[in-house]
């Protein structure tokens, strides 16, 4: 029986001892060393609660596992519900608050009042390039994205694509592009 108990709790270290290489297999994305760590932790789990059963039914008897199951369980409630409800906002409601002085992250009135009064689909090709060479080039190519953004949640009716300057040499050739970061607004 000693023995038995000594094993049972040598396997509840293993189950322990095991969890880490398994985080860390996880986060480098071994598939092969997240099996096999898998199954070591599934079979480590497994003898401990044969070996401990009647440690374990002991445990789950009781009086603070039972109220300590009642306080998880409320508080897993809780940040359900809470995940729950902002999932169901964030769907809802698209809405991006500018808490910028200059007010970046806002379109202008006159820009407002143009999107509005689109009666048809507009299609805007952003000729950029993929891999920029200098912090300009990708700054630009941060801001026309955001400001791109901006312009498709303002309206269904506009429509962006990104078109690497390197990569559809044909495109850029076909709309005469000088430079990179140039935008193309088209509508039929």
């Not at 009642?70 to 809405?95: E, M, P």
Request: hydrophobic content about 45%; some cysteine; charged content about 20%.
């Amino acid at each position: 029986m000693i023995m038995k108990r000594q094993i049972g709790t040598l396997c509840g270290f293993f189950v322990i001892s095991l969890l880490f290489p398994l985080l860390a297999s996880l986060l480098l994305r071994n598939t092969l060393l997240i099996w096999i760590f898998l199954i070591l932790e599934a079979g480590s789990l497994c003898a401990f609660c044969i070996l401990r059963f009647q440690d374990l039914v002991l445990l789950l008897q009781s009086r603070q596992t039972r109220y300590g199951t009642n306080v998880a369980i409320s508080v897993l409630s809780v940040v359900g519900l809470a995940i729950f409800t902002n999932l169901i906002v964030l769907k809802r409601f698209d809405h991006v608050i500018d808490l910028t002085g200059e007010k970046w992250y806002t379109l202008s009135t006159q820009t407002q009042k143009v999107i509005k009064q689109l009666n048809q689909p507009v299609e805007v090709k952003a000729f950029f390039s993929q891999n920029p060479s200098s912090e300009r080039e990708k700054r630009d190519y941060d801001r026309a994205k955001e400001l791109l953004k901006m312009y498709q949640r303002a309206s269904d009716k506009i429509n962006v694509s990104f078109i690497d300057t390197f990569t559809e040499v044909q495109t850029v050739e076909k709309y005469e592009i000088r430079n990179n970061g140039t935008l193309v607004f088209e509508s039929k």
